[in-house]
């Protein structure tokens, strides 16, 4: 009989310990934000495609670097 009770006492601590560790996984995905979707530009040089934050600007042109800056627009 005394081990019965300790297998039920056993058994129910798993669960809340399964529990308790599922509901802190889900809690801790549903307060991450997906991240923040940037516009997209492509160099004038070389076609590449990044964020326009991280772009550099030419007149109304965008660049992926200093040096395709200096550059300018792909020839032909």
């Known amino acids: ?3 019965l ?3 039920i ?3 129910v ?3 809340w310990l399964v529990r308790r560790a599922l509901r ?3 809690n801790s995905n549903a307060g991450k934000q997906p991240p923040a979707q940037a516009d ?3 160099c004038a040089q070389c076609g590449m495609h990044l ?3 991280e772009a550099r600007l030419a007149g109304e042109r ?3 670097s200093d040096e395709h800056a200096r550059l300018g627009p792909r020839q032909g």
């Open 62 to 64: 965008a660049y992926c």
């Open 5 to 7: 009770v300790v297998l």
């Open 1 to 3: 009989m005394g081990r």
């Open 24 to 26: 802190q996984a889900r």
């Open 51 to 53: 964020p326009r934050a």
């Open 13 to 15: 601590a798993v669960a």
């Open 9 to 11: 006492l056993l058994a």
């Open 40 to 42: 997209l530009v492509s």
